[in-house]
């Protein structure tokens, strides 16, 4: 998707419909995936308690591009 996009320019709404359907399909399965939630609750849990035990954030973590 983000590769139409560029590709495309201003015309993205209309050329790139198929890749963000499937784009769309892709977060919506991982939306309600039990599996997946219980892990990001974890990951945010562990965080949390980190930094109510320390006072320092973490830093995010740059998730890498899909071009």
């Not at 945010?44 to 890498?64: D, F, H, N, P, V």
């Amino acid at each position: 998707f983000t590769k139409c996009c560029q590709e495309t320019g201003f015309l993205m709404v209309v050329k790139c419909r198929q890749e963000n359907a499937a784009l769309k399909d892709c977060l919506v399965g991982h939306y309600y995936d039990p599996l997946f939630y219980e892990e990001c609750k974890t990951e945010y849990l562990k965080q949390r308690e980190e930094y109510r035990a320390t006072g320092i954030k973490k830093k995010r973590q740059k998730l890498s591009s899909n071009v």
